[in-house]
């Protein structure tokens, strides 16, 4: 299985809401992404988590709250977003040798498009 | 920091038609990987092909081939025989060896395949 699982696939949202994204994969990769892609863009990375422990941020905004509750599992906490964080947020998963020299390929998901009005 | 360009915004080739690609990097680091990713207009990611700088042999995976220029820092592919199903955008991204696996991003490349 190289699937990696993102809810919801859409989800529209008002300023003064409070939402979450989910990933989910299950082939044992202890390194997930966070990416937000605007429109005709590539992916910038926002988080990077490391069995568990969130190992890269990328100034990204506080109103963005990541969360890794288990191996499997990635959530995206948002609050009090602007309409500018409209977007596509993909994750992605690894295995997560880093500085071995050797290659891991990133899967990513389908992603989820946010609507921030 | 290291930067990727692709100087070409959209392609067009004819369907069983060859298309080559541009992509050129700049980094001061002497290993690292190099990737095409493929995003149709179903949104997913998938990754196309992987080369690893210390290879001198281009990669290739079925009808996706490169040509890797590592003192040129060019990195192009090449799609023979394109099929209505290679229509998407294609994203060239570099990453170091060491440190996190941090994938930088080219600005992307959206392929049109006529039928």
């Known amino acids: 299985d190289t699937e990696v699982t993102q809810t919801p696939k859409h989800l529209v949202m008002g300023m003064t809401n409070k939402k979450s994204l989910k990933c989910e994969q299950h082939?044992?990769?202890?390194?997930m992404y966070w990416y937000k892609q605007k429109a005709k863009k590539p992916p910038e990375l926002m988080f990077v988590y490391s069995y568990e422990k969130l190992s890269i941020n990328e100034s990204v905004p506080s109103r963005f709250s990541p969360e890794c509750p288990n191996s499997s599992l990635l959530n995206l906490h948002l609050h009090a977003l602007q309409p500018e964080d409209s977007a596509l947020y993909l994750c992605?998963?690894?295995?997560?040798?880093w500085g071995t020299g050797v290659d891991y390929e990133q899967y990513f998901g389908p992603g989820t498009r946010l609507t921030v009005t | 920091a290291q930067t990727v360009t692709q100087s070409q915004p959209e392609m067009s080739v004819q369907e069983a038609e060859t298309v080559t690609l541009s992509c050129t990097y700049d980094?001061?680091?002497?290993?690292?990987?190099l990737f095409w990713y493929k995003q149709p207009p179903s949104r997913q990611m998938i990754l196309v092909i992987r080369q690893e700088a210390y290879k001198q042999q281009n990669a290739t995976e079925n009808r996706f081939s490169v040509n890797f220029q590592k003192a040129a820092k060019s990195f192009s592919l090449k799609i023979s025989d394109s099929q209505l199903g290679d229509a998407a955008m294609y994203f060239c991204?570099?990453?170091?060896?060491?440190?996190?696996?941090?994938?930088?991003f080219g600005q992307g490349t959206r392929l049109t395949i006529n039928p």
């Open positions: 082939m044992g990769h202890r390194a």
């Open positions: 980094t001061s680091e002497s290993d690292y990987y």
């Open positions: 992605a998963s690894s295995q997560a040798r």
């Open positions: 991204a570099y990453r170091s060896v060491q440190g996190a696996q941090k994938l930088v």
